[in-house]
């Protein structure tokens, strides 16, 4: 079942999108991040939504604005990025894998010896 | 290479449009019936809505192709009629534009900057290339792909601060509408303009633009921001009286039913309280797209999405 919000606005994704490059160490710290034509000359949008993204990481401390020269990721985004996602992994992550296991009946105990059994490799 | 992260600047001396009362009649038939919108400039806008509705009608009186009934249309405040001073900020190329038998492109090129003086060869060049358009051909002798390529060139190119496009991608293939889409935004990013674009292929565009506008038998019946108006219906699926009672005294905009299982589209955001609604049932919620609203609100009793759609 698709929850709510499984299809976001565009500007909540790319903003995801640009942390997970962060938190990948794809885009590292105190380096130059793209600019909005860029980001929407790539993803092809508009601009305006290029831009809602970019703020929406300034005003959550992930980017910085250096006047005249851009954004840059933020001293210490990995770290922030990091614990933010820590704290939203058992509201986004464990509630719907505990969700499905009900409908299929599969207890909680079945679940977690899921996991400890799940083949290392794909972890 | 310098990174600007606030949006591009205004164009210079661009005021926008101002739609008030237009209407347009052919015949018996009412095209556009009370139109009024503002248009900023420097903005994306989508047009959409069903054959008829009065897409290609509109901006052939924008651009003063044919001659308003009523109403009144301001371009940086000044009226377009016989204005050859306003019109030559505007482009329209018509779906089916009359070219001289004898004109070949690289003859119409040629003879573009003497209608635009911000004309941009290079632009022209570069699309040229990539639509690959035969420049010694004539251009009456255009395939349907290749006339909407060419339409392309001469709009963006032009680098008019209002520009038309009546769904620019008619006969192109997919790979040319990601090039059209892709030349669409560089020349907004390189010298930002109103650009209102007419489609049918709603959520293939949706990404592009910032405002959509739909239009329904001559109405506007909706413009909005495309996330606000993304978020301003949602799709409920499961047996129907679990959905209707889900939609309790909210408004269903448009309905299908696949035997007892019917699929609902709901005017207003999902709360939490639905959510929990929902799993207890067995429905599901899903956010419309544009596209399920868009059609939503063609199917629906018009009246009521007058009385509740219209946000201009």
Sequence with gaps: ?123 | MTHTHTLPPRAANAAGIRIEGLSKTFGEVQALNDVSLDLAPDRIYGLVGPNGAGKTTLMACLCNHIFKTAGVIAIDGANPAENAAVLGRTIFIHEDQAYNDAYTIDRILAAMPSFYPTWDAETAQRLIERFQLPIKRRARKLSRGQKSAFAAVLSLAARAPYTLLDEPYLGLDPTARVVLYEEVLRAYSEVPRMILMSTHLIDEAADLMEEVIVLHAGRVVMKADVDEARSSAFVARGLGEDVRRLAGSREIIAEHALGRIISATIRGRATPEDERLAAETRVSLEPASLQDLVAALGIHDLTEALKNGSQS
Excluded: C, W
């Design chain 1, 1 to 123: 079942m698709d929850v709510i919000g499984a299809e976001r606005p565009i500007f909540v994704e790319l903003a995801d999108r640009i942390a997970d490059d962060i938190l990948g160490g794809l885009l590292e710290e105190d380096t130059q991040v793209p600019s909005t034509n860029e980001l929407a000359a790539f993803y092809r949008i508009n601009p305006a939504t290029a831009g809602k993204a970019l703020n929406r990481l300034v005003d959550s401390g992930v980017l910085i604005k250096r006047r005249g020269l851009g954004m840059f990721v933020a001293p210490g985004a990995q770290q922030s990025l990091r614990q933010a996602r820590h704290a939203a992994f058992a509201d986004e992550y464990v509630r719907p894998l505990l969700e499905e296991a009900r409908r299929l009946g599969l207890t909680a105990d079945q679940v977690t010896d899921l996991i400890h059994h799940y083949p290392q490799e794909q972890k």
